[in-house]
C-alpha cells in the first residue's frame, strides 16, 4: 500500500512575486530618502562653508577699513596725494578678466590709503645719545653717527628681523619720525638702525626731512615701525586654486603697493581673502543711510563703472548730492580736498556674496539645472578714521 504524500510548506510562486513588488516599493521609497538625507547633508554643509567664508571676509575687511586714510607721519599736513589717485575711491562694476559663463562678470574695485603700521611696537634702549637740534647749533657742530643711530627693543628677535631700511619709526614721547637709512643691525631682541631724511621728502612731502630731533627722547619710550604711504585694492579675481576647475574660480583678493599719484601699482605679495566670491560691491552714504551712492532706489546697483564716469561723476557726485542736502554747514561737499573722507564722517557699506563650491539641482529656481546657490552678507560702519578731521 503506497504512503500517502505530505504535503509541504512554503511560499507559492505568487507569494514569492507579490513580497518582491512590495520589498522593491519599499526600497524605492529608502532611496528617496536616503537621497534626500544625503542631499540635505551636502547642501547644509556648503551652505555652512559659504556663510564661515563670507563672516570671513566680512571680519578681514573690517580690520582693514578701519586703517583707511590713517596718516600717521605728520598729523598737522596730510600727505601729498592727486587726484587722479585719490586717498579712498571705488572703480564700480569693473570687468573680471578671466570670468567664465557661470562667474560673476563684474565686481567693485575699493582703493585706500593708509600707513601700514607693523604689529608690534618697540622701546628706546637706554639712555638717548643724540644731541638736539638746538644743543648742535649752539655746538656750531655737524650732527655725526652717534646722533642718528638708535638702538631698539623689540621684545624677540622675530620682531626685530621685521624692521627694514626705508621704513619710518615714530617716537611715541613727542611723535617726531625718522627714517631708516641704512640696513639695521640685529642682535637677538635688539635693533640698531641708523635714521635721515627720507630720499623723497623734498621731492613729493612724504616722510620726514631728516633728524637730529627737536627733543632728547626718554629712555625706554614707544617706538612705533611703520611703512609709509601704502595703497590697498580689493577686488574679485578669476584665480586657479581647484585642480577640479581648470578655468579657476572667482576669489576676494586684496594688493598693496607704495602710493604713487599717477597709478597704482602692487608691490607686495596679492594676499587671497576668500576663495568662491560671487559679488563685492561697495556704497557710501553721508545722510546716516537714508540713501546710498552707488544703489538706485530700486536697490540694484548703478550702471556706470570706471573712474572717470564711475567714480567722480558717479559715485563721488551722488555723495556730494547728500552733502548738499543734509551734510554739515563746513562740510557740503568733497571738492574741497582729496582728504575729504577724513574730515566727513562717511558710512561704508561693502556686500560681499559667496557661492557654494559646488553647483547643483537643489539650487536651481526648477530643481533641474545645476546651478549654484549664493549667500550675500553686508557690512555697513564708519571706519575708525572717517570724519576725525586732522587740524
Sequence with gaps: MAKPRTREHGFSLVELLVALVFTMVLMAGMANVYKASLSTFYTSGEALSSARRNRMSVDLLIDDLNTTCMYLTDLSVPPPVSAAVPPFFILPNMPIAGAGANDPATCDELYFYMDQALAFEGALSGAAPQQTASELVVAGTVPGIADNTFIIECKNSSYANQVQRGQIFIFKDSWETAYITNPPTVSGSLVSVVAGPAPNAMVSGAGPAGLPSKAKHLP????????????????????????????????????????????????????????????????????????????????????????????????????????????????????????????????????????????????????????????????????????????
Design 220 to 391: 625706554n619710550s614707544g617706538i612705533v615701525f611703520l611703512l609709509p604711504a601704502q595703497m590697498v585694492r580689493y577686488r574679485i579675481a578669476i584665480l586657479n586654486l581647484d585642480p577640479s576647475n581648470p578655468n579657476g574660480i572667482p576669489c576676494l583678493v586684496r594688493d598693496q603697493g607704495t602710493y604713487d599719484a599717477a597709478v597704482f601699482t602692487p608691490t607686495a605679495t596679492q594676499q587671497v581673502i576668500s576663495e568662491n566670491i560671487s559679488g563685492f560691491k561697495v556704497y557710501l552714504s553721508t545722510n546716516a543711510g537714508t540713501s546710498w551712492a552707488g544703489l538706485l532706489p530700486s536697490g540694484l546697483p548703478a550702471a556706470y563703472t570706471g573712474f572717470n564716469a564711475g567714480w567722480d561723476q558717479g559715485i563721488r557726485s551722488e555723495v556730494d548730492v547728500q552733502l548738499a542736502a543734509t551734510g554739515r554747514p563746513d562740510y557740503r561737499t568733497t571738492r574741497a580736498s582729496e582728504h575729504w573722507f577724513r574730515s566727513i564722517p562717511t558710512l561704508v557699506r561693502v556686500d560681499v556674496s559667496t557661492r557654494t563650491a559646488t553647483q547643483r539641482a537643489e539650487y536651481s529656481d526648477n530643481g533641474l539645472v545645476p546651478a549654484y546657490r549664493n549667500l550675500t552678507q553686508s557690512l555697513v560702519f564708519v571706519p575708525r578714521h572717517s570724519g576725525l578731521t586732522m587740524n
